[in-house]
């Protein structure tokens, strides 16, 4: 198959291009920067995200592209600025018009878009179970960024392109993403409950994330919405027990909410608040959790 990918340099898009090559995949990445790789089945196109008009890139493609993963984003885990709010939304929104207006004028459309999303669709709650049955309007910032994002998404439905919205959870891997900056605490002693630790966080190991979107590309029943999260979410005071187990550190420093608030404004939600979301689609296609709790989640990533 011939793979589009943007944010393939990323935790999820470069472990995902591993994937895709290994299984005999070209795989085409749009980056800002010049990129070189030996792999024969790699190939890096330089693009500008920012002018969707743009198109001189799709020179370097195949006439035929069987599949788009759509990853590219500004970093949640930078202080939310006015200005890196404005750029956590233009960059997705561009981005995602630009693949759009590229498929609009290929002689062969995509089969599949699978785009990047969060589990910050879904409102916080510390009592409601939520899946992609449920529909909300924007709640909060992050809301509006993922709900704003998907309806870029969804236009490819008018070209006859499969669109998946994968909701992803907090992604879980031991030297990039949300898990060393949560172990870090725990590491100087400091781990506990976060607030009031009743919080809800929903989780997935990474490796788990990437059969899962491999599994909604190969299986053509997946559309729209697809939580990808472990089916078993965890409350915060959990979460930090679990932690530091596999750590081997004390959890008895409680910190105020607050705090996070005063420190990191809007950003402090990732922390403070949270969802208790159920990846009610996989489940029901007999999709494969290889960690499906923490516990064993952890013992994995840490024993490595």
Do not use: C
């Amino acid at each position: 198959m011939n793979i589009l990918i943007t944010g393939g340099t990323g935790l999820v898009g470069s472990r995902l291009t591993e994937v895709l090559v290994e299984e005999r995949n070209h795989v085409y990445i749009l980056s800002r920067s010049s990129h070189t790789d030996s792999h024969p089945f790699i190939h890096y196109i330089k693009y500008d995200p920012d002018d969707i008009d743009d198109l001189n890139w799709a020179d370097e493609l195949p006439v035929n592209i069987d599949a788009v993963y759509n990853f590219a984003g500004a970093s949640l885990q930078k202080m939310w600025t006015d200005s890196h709010k404005e750029e956590i939304m233009d960059s997705r929104i561009n981005t995602t018009r630009l693949l759009h207006n590229w498929a609009l004028n290929s002689e062969i459309k995509p089969g599949v878009l699978i785009n990047a999303s969060a589990v910050g669709y879904y409102p916080t709650s510390e009592h409601v179970s939520f899946t992609e049955e449920d529909v909300f309007q924007p709640s909060n910032y992050l809301a509006s960024v993922v709900n704003a994002w998907e309806k870029e998404a969804l236009k490819f439905q008018e070209l006859g392109t499969r669109v998946v919205l994968s909701r992803f959870g907090l992604i879980l891997d031991k030297d990039d993403g949300v898990l060393p900056l949560m172990a870090l605490p725990f590491k100087f002693g400091a781990g506990g409950n976060i607030g009031t630790g009743q919080q809800f966080y929903s989780w997935i190991h990474l490796e788990d994330l990437i059969n899962s979107l491999l599994y909604v590309l190969a299986v053509d029943e997946f559309e729209g919405p697809v939580n990808m999260t472990s089916p078993v979410p965890l409350r915060q005071e959990q979460f930090a027990k679990y932690l530091g187990m596999a750590l081997a550190k004390p959890t008895i420093v409680k910190t105020p909410g607050f705090l996070f608030k005063t420190v990191l404004g809007d950003q402090s939600m990732l922390i403070i608040k949270g969802q208790k979301v159920i990846p009610q689609k996989l489940l029901a296609n007999e999709f494969k959790f290889n960690y499906p709790t923490l516990d064993v989640a952890l013992d994995n990533i840490y024993d490595e």
